[in-house]
């Protein structure tokens, strides 16, 4: 497990599924599965969320909305795609308007493949981001402050 300072906020956005991985990303949330147990919260403020949990494939409607949440985040941020679509397009990847899946617009750090996706699978998927999460947090150099080395 990993030692976070504090508990991760999660961002869900539905780029254009068909709403089966946002049923079972729901059901994560429930009593049943209870994600929470590990310190998720889900925020709907991109500025507030470390982690970007995405449902469906790209298009050209979405694609510049999930470029804007993304942009939004603050470093470090880890995104999960969750669900065949948002992998790779799934069984719409050779419509013409799907550009393909998240990763075609944003890096993506941990898949969750299904169609649809298991809740079961989803947390693993977000316990893994956790981790991904832990190690980007520890690469990131803070900037020195101007001034704070005497030199004149």
Request: include cysteine; charged fraction near 20%; hydrophobic fraction near 40%.
């Amino acid at each position: 497990m990993t030692h976070l300072s504090k508990s991760p906020w999660i961002l869900h956005y539905d780029a254009s599924s068909c709403n089966g991985c946002d049923i079972e990303v729901l059901a994560c949330l429930t009593p049943l599965y209870d994600v929470e147990r590990f310190g998720i919260i889900n925020t709907g403020n991109p500025k507030h969320a470390d982690m970007l949990v995405i449902t469906g494939g790209i298009n050209e409607q979405n694609r510049a909305v999930v470029k804007n949440l993304f942009d939004q985040m603050p470093d470090p941020k880890v995104v999960v795609a969750v669900g065949i679509c948002a992998c790779t397009g799934g069984v719409f990847r050779e419509c013409y308007n799907i550009a393909g899946g998240v990763d075609c617009i944003i890096p993506v750090d941990v898949y969750v493949p299904g169609c649809a996706a298991r809740p079961e699978s989803i947390i693993d998927g977000i316990v893994r981001a956790l981790s991904v999460l832990e190690e980007k947090k520890a690469k990131l150099v803070k900037p020195e402050r101007a001034g704070s080395g005497g030199e004149r």
